[in-house]
T-cell receptor, first 114, second 113 residues
């Protein structure tokens, strides 16, 4: 079975500060990992994905995430928060072998304080 | 804009009723996925169709059913609605049956009163 755990349902940062959203995964085989963003009243948009290539993955809007197998983590970071980053972020996992459904975390709401 | 469209945007109905949610995938995508997002259960995968055939099932209730038509649009039918069915229902699409990346529609907000 596969699962992801997002630590912190709400995170607040000041504008210009580092954004760090935590995600730990559980998977019996090498996983594919994703971060999605959901703005208010919108669907999910893919920020970045890890599919067993480079462990440091760069996404859109200045976000990046690092796959750390030893820590089973895939934390999302951005060096400097912008007001427009306020949204809900979802970590997701899918096993790499054969067909597997995507399992989403419970989400982290990011608040950016001016 | 992901290219995935969903109608209606909002739906308010009473308990015991039946509703149909519609999804049109991106041009060229053959797979359609349905998800339910609620406050208490988060984002849950319901079902996937690929080129008209059911491909995978998740946490879909027996009161719910879906289909994908020859033009590749999909409908999710929810019947005998309960208050707990109130949620956002998302449709996503991808090119193949096992794609890494899915493109999400804007969702349909269902309120059951």
């Amino acid at each position: 079975a596969q699962s992801v755990t997002q630590l912190g349902s709400h995170v607040s940062v000041s504008e210009g500060a580092l954004v760090l959203l935590r995600c730990n995964y559980s998977s019996s085989v090498p996983p594919y990992l994703f971060w999605y963003v959901q703005y208010p009243n919108q669907g999910l948009q893919l920020l970045l994905k890890y599919t067993s290539a480079a462990t440091l993955v760069k996404g859109i809007n200045g976000f990046e995430a690092e796959f750390k197998k030893s820590e089973t983590s895939f934390h999302l970071t951005k060096p400097s928060a912008h007001m427009s980053d306020a949204a809900e972020y979802f970590c997701a996992v899918r096993n790499s072998g054969g067909y597997q459904k995507v399992t989403f975390g419970t989400g982290t709401k990011l608040q950016v304080i001016p | 804009d992901s290219g995935v469209t969903q109608t209606p945007k909002h739906l308010i109905t009473a308990t015991g009723q039946r509703v149909t949610l519609r999804c049109s995938p991106r041009s060229g995508d053959l797979s359609v996925y349905w998800y339910q997002q609620s406050l208490d259960q988060g984002l849950q995968f319901l079902i996937q169709y690929y080129n008209g055939e059911e491909r995978a099932k998740g946490n879909i209730l027996e009161r719910f059913s879906a289909q994908q038509f020859p033009d590749l649009h999909s409908e999710l039918n929810l019947s005998s609605l309960e208050l707990g069915d109130s949620a956002l229902y998302f449709c996503a699409s991808s090119v193949g049956t096992n794609d890494v990346e899915q493109y999400f529609g804007p969702g349909t907000r269902l309120t059951v009163t």
